[in-house]
C-alpha cells in the first residue's frame, strides 16, 4: 500500500510551491512569536547605559528575520526562473 509514496511529475511544482510557502510561513510565524516574547522584556525596563539596549538587539532581531525571510523569497524566484530558462523544465 503505497499511499504516500506516489508522486505524481505534474503535481510536482505544486508540491514544491506549497513546501516553500510552508516553510516561509513556519519561520514567519516562529520570529513573530519569539518577538513577541522578547518585546514586554525589552520595553518594560528603562533603559541602561549598557554597550548594547535590549532595544537594539530587538530591532537587529526584526530586522533579522526580515532579511532571511526576503532572502528565502528571492532565491525562490531566481530558481523558478532558471527552471523555466533550462529547456528540459530541471536546473
Known amino acids: 500500500m503505497q499511499i504516500f509514496d506516489r508522486i505524481d511529475p505534474l503535481a510536482l ?18 520570529a513573530v512569536g519569539m518577538a513577541l516574547l522578547i518585546y514586554p522584556a525589552v520595553f518594560s525596563r528603562p533603559i541602561a547605559l549598557i554597550v548594547a539596549s535590549p532595544r537594539q538587539i530587538f ?26 530558462k533550462s529547456p528540459q523544465g530541471y536546473v
Do not use: H, K, P
Request: hydrophobic share 60%.
Open 13 to 30: 511544482e505544486t508540491r514544491e510551491r506549497q513546501l516553500w510557502l510552508l516553510a516561509l510561513s513556519i519561520l514567519f510565524l516562529f
Open 59 to 84: 530591532f537587529g532581531f526584526c530586522a533579522m528575520v526580515i532579511l532571511v525571510i526576503s532572502y528565502f523569497v528571492d532565491r525562490l524566484i531566481l530558481l523558478r526562473r532558471l527552471r523555466n
